[in-house]
């Protein structure tokens, strides 16, 4: 089976095919409108597609082909899933949360999981040793820090970090010298502590705890947490295509 998904985030919107469980194409742009999929579904030969937005709800009827729109799932808390929801309020998850989870899930098939998704926002969840979702914690991520610190301050300055320091190729300081590096200490310094004490809170409960790290920031992490971890781009990808399989 040939399955479009869609990931419509609050920065891009992103697509990618998925031939029997392996990804074969992904694209990225500004919005779901800009992605061409009339074209990619003509092109790949898609059966049925799903779809998590996060962002503006684009109108998939129009942007879609007539046959793979008559087999087209939005996930909601009402999708059937692998997992249980243990979440008291399941109309307010964003449910790409969950989607990275069963997307760990089906590259680990035992033990509790612990998924960071570091993007816009730093979400962290957790799915036990039963396949129950315990639900999670939500932190701003790196950039909304150094924006707030811009935004919020009178003479604060807008740090970006370089690409170098984005994937975790140079080390960023945790004392810093100028307020650039002060700056960059406070804010990623910040962001590792955090993620390493909900890491070290959770293996306490769950000795055989795995990490696994996703999105935009997920090679920075990667590189500075001190705990066994898998990182990959596709895990929203992975659980959102099992998620297709269950709801087709």
Known sequence: ????????????????????????????????????????????????????????????????????????????HSSRLPVTLDYDTPETLGMDRVAAVVGARQMAPDGALLVVDAGSCITIDLLDENDHYRGGAILPGIHMRLNALHNYTAALPLVTLTPDERQGLVDTPTT???????????????????IQGFINHHQQSHPSLKLFLTGGDADFFANRLFFPKFATQNLLTIGLDKILEINT
């Open 176 to 194: 810093g010298r100028s307020t650039r590096e002060s700056i960059v200490a406070g804010v990623c310094s910040s962001c590792l502590f955090e």
């Open 1 to 76: 089976m040939t399955h479009l998904i869609l990931d419509i985030g609050n920065t891009h919107a992103k697509a990618a095919v998925v031939v029997d469980g392996t990804v074969v194409t992904q694209s990225v742009a500004d919005s779901a409108d800009q992605l061409s999929l009339m074209a990619l579904c003509a092109t790949r030969g898609v059966d049925s597609a799903i779809a998590s937005v996060v962002g503006r709800q684009p109108d998939f009827e129009a942007l879609l082909p007539t046959d793979v729109y008559a087999h087209f799932h939005q996930l909601s």
